[in-house]
């Protein structure tokens, strides 16, 4: 699936897109309203992670600011400390979180299972601004001790126009910490079940990718569509509360700037 996903987006760039685009890259991040403020709703779809999950669809909601240098939104905060707009080299400091968690409403499957806490991370990220494309890498780390390890990664964006439309494909990889792995995918002895084996995890590498696309409506108005499959590596996928190695995202909004 990763192929012919691969395969699509590479069609699609050859056949419809030019090198001019609205949508910049800052701090990992897929922009293309600077200095405005963004309100955001929609929904997203996803694939099983944890084994037996209840909810596959979730409301996607986002406000925040974006600036020249600094970045807020509902789920983090970045700030360009490095660089400026057209430099090859930008630097930025980040506050975000690891993106998971469970308790025992998650799954039937993880009943029994200690709760995993949303954690928070402080991080650095570089972007390398190309003549065509963005290369964009990153290291965090756990500052609260939930998982108490680090994730980092790097992530290719090339930003394209097609008609109207922002389309701007990405490609990456990213490697999780060992303690990262053991505290949102291990099973503790005293968690574990004649269904549910102990298990240990250990640092792991995944590689996703993907597409965004934004859809002007009008000088306020846009609606978004976002694509993204992810391989996780066998570490993880070989977890016995994991579903499936293969996981899939599908969401869409629509947001208003000011």
């Not at 290291?139 to 930003?159: E, I, M, N, R």
């Not at 293969?246 to 869409?252: E, F, H, K, S, Y």
Request: aromatic share 14%.
């Amino acid at each position: 699936m990763m192929k012919k996903l691969t395969l699509i987006i590479a069609a699609m760039t050859m056949a419809n897109a030019a090198y001019a685009s609205d949508a910049y890259i800052r701090n990992g991040n897929i922009y293309n309203k600077e200095n405005s403020w963004v309100a955001e709703l929609g929904a997203g779809g996803m694939t099983d992670l944890y084994k037996g999950q209840k909810h596959n669809v979730a409301p996607l909601a986002n406000f925040g600011y974006q600036g020249e240098d600094l970045n807020v939104t509902l789920q983090s905060i970045n700030y360009r400390f490095f660089g400026k707009t057209g430099d090859v080299v930008n630097l930025s400091g980040y506050l975000g979180t690891s993106g998971l968690m469970y308790d025992k409403d998650t799954s039937d499957f993880l009943k029994g299972m200690d709760k995993r806490h949303l954690s928070l991370d402080l991080g650095i990220n570089a972007d390398f601004h190309l003549s065509q494309g963005t290369i964009s890498t990153y290291y965090q780390h756990d500052v609260v001790d939930t998982y108490d390890g680090y994730l980092t990664g790097v992530k290719y964006f090339l930003p394209l126009t097609i008609g109207k439309a922002d389309f701007v494909p990405f490609a990456g990889v990213s490697y999780q910490s060992k303690e990262y792995v053991d505290y949102y995918f291990g099973v503790q002895d005293k968690e574990a079940t004649q269904k549910r084996k102990a298990y240990t995890g250990k640092g792991d590498v995944s590689y996703d990718v993907g597409y965004k696309v934004i859809l002007p409506i009008s000088d306020n108005w846009q609606l978004t569509q976002t694509t993204t499959y992810t391989c996780l590596g066998d570490e993880i996928a070989d977890s016995p509360i994991v579903d499936s190695a293969n996981q899939w995202l599908v969401g869409a909004t629509v947001s208003y700037s000011f």
